[in-house]
């Protein structure tokens, strides 16, 4: 089976609405199972493979999720390139409340989660490099296809990945920004990590829900879950054209 592309969707993104002809997949891998069925059909006229991170009915919290038995199944099922839609705050000025984005590097805060292949006795250790977390050729495709789409997106910026399920402090916050972080996120590690060491061209659309704490222009705002799927879903108004345009180019 070809899968043109595969898209793990995160908190608020739990299906592809324009995938037609679907069958799922829920193939148990060497690790476990993933996260839930693997919705594969046609999109813009491509074979697209689907995957809700946290279970589609949000049941997974970060620490939880079976990041191995996840790309490893997409894998299975013929992927090779992974978009992953990833729910974020946003820190720095240009990545406020609902914008897109691409980011090119990442910094990981993460702790206790199975981050290799290389767990289990007798496993292949794998040095893999990782000084450009994202595949930057798939980076690339992505910003085309968001010029070809007339989606903006922007180019770049710092990812940084916490522990989760519960929101930064402030001050943790502030540290991010000193580290240099651009967005916060729970999931990009160790999924990133573990698609680069699978060999699969990986990539993150970053939909940026709220301003992470003490960012924004309030800094006493509460952040609230429906502001948050308010604000993911108005970012994905222009993700179906730019996928459709990522799949045709």
Not at 22 to 38: D, K, M, R, W
Not at 71 to 90: D, I, M, Q, W
Not at 92 to 99: A, L, Q, S
Not at 179 to 192: K, R, S, W, Y
């Amino acid at each position: 089976m070809t899968i043109e592309l595969a898209v793990i969707g995160g908190t608020g993104v739990y299906a592809l609405g324009a995938l037609a002809d679907v069958e799922s997949h829920q193939p148990v891998t060497a690790y476990g199972a993933p996260s839930g069925p693997i919705r594969v059909g046609l999109y813009a006229g491509k074979r697209v493979a689907f995957l809700a991170r946290h279970g589609e009915g949000h049941s997974l919290p970060p620490h939880r999720i079976n990041y191995r038995a996840n790309l490893a199944a997409l894998k299975a099922l013929g992927a090779r390139r992974v978009l992953a839609l990833n729910t974020v705050g946003g820190i720095t000025e240009r990545f406020g409340p609902r914008v897109l984005a691409c980011p090119d590097q990442l910094i990981d805060y993460t702790w206790g989660r199975i981050s290799t292949l290389c767990e289990e006795p007798g496993s292949e250790v794998l040095h893999v490099d990782f000084g450009d977390p994202y595949t930057p050729s798939l980076r690339a495709q992505v910003m085309a296809a968001a010029t070809r789409a007339g989606v903006a997106v922007v180019d770049g910026g710092c990812y940084g990945a916490t522990q989760g399920p519960r929101l930064e402090t402030r001050a943790e916050i502030a540290r991010m920004r000193r580290d240099g972080c651009d967005l916060v996120g729970m999931t990009g590690m160790p999924e990133a990590g573990l698609a680069r060491e699978l060999g699969l061209d990986y990539a993150s659309l970053a939909i940026v829900a709220n301003w992470a704490a003490g960012a924004g222009p309030d800094v006493d705002e509460v952040i609230t879950l429906q502001d948050v799927l308010d604000n993911v879903a108005a970012a994905m108004a222009g993700v179906p054209a730019l996928l459709g345009a990522l799949l045709a180019g």
